[in-house]
């Protein structure tokens, strides 16, 4: 099948609506990708500090997460720079300010220079519910990462 077929058969595809992606909450994103769609790999890269991680965490993992509970999704984190227990205590976060309408950094949340009240603890039990439904749908790999491995943890999930 040559490129033009390909594409006759994408848009024959989408026509039948099967090329709409999961919303990431950033309507002008969405605009331009489609938003988060079966099949597309997406590489977020930047300087230090210059925000992928928010980016990816609100638009390409919490949203779709939050607002498709029981859409058969798979998302594959591949983190380079936080382990996946910060990764899941920033979604957390997300998750408690969104629903109960409470702010608890993920620093405070993990009581790294006070002890978390019994208050915002409440809500992190709350929310433990949520962060469980979503367990079997991200997948986080947070180890060291060269090209075999790499390519390795991929030929694995593309297997399952």
């Not at 993920?106 to 009240?117: N, R, V």
Request: charged share 25%; net charge neutral.
């Amino acid at each position: 099948m040559n490129n033009v077929d390909i594409l006759y058969k994408m848009i024959e595809s989408g026509k039948k609506g099967q090329n709409t992606g999961l919303s990431t909450g950033i309507p002008k994103l969405d605009e331009y990708t489609g938003g988060v769609r079966r099949g597309v790999y997406t590489l977020i890269f930047g300087l230090s500090g210059s925000g992928k991680s928010s980016l990816v965490l609100y638009s390409y993992i919490y949203r779709p997460l939050k607002d498709n509970p029981d859409s058969n999704i798979k998302l594959v984190y591949y983190s380079l720079e936080m382990s996946a227990e910060i990764l899941l205590s920033k979604l957390l976060c997300l998750y408690i300010y969104e629903t109960f309408s409470k702010v608890i950094p993920y620093t405070k949340l993990m009581s790294w220079q006070e002890i978390l009240s019994d208050e915002d603890y409440d809500y992190v039990l709350k929310g433990r519910k949520w962060l469980a439904s979503i367990s079997d749908k991200l997948i986080i790999i947070d180890k060291s990462l060269n090209n075999k491995n790499f390519y390795h943890s991929l030929m694995n999930l593309l297997e399952e």
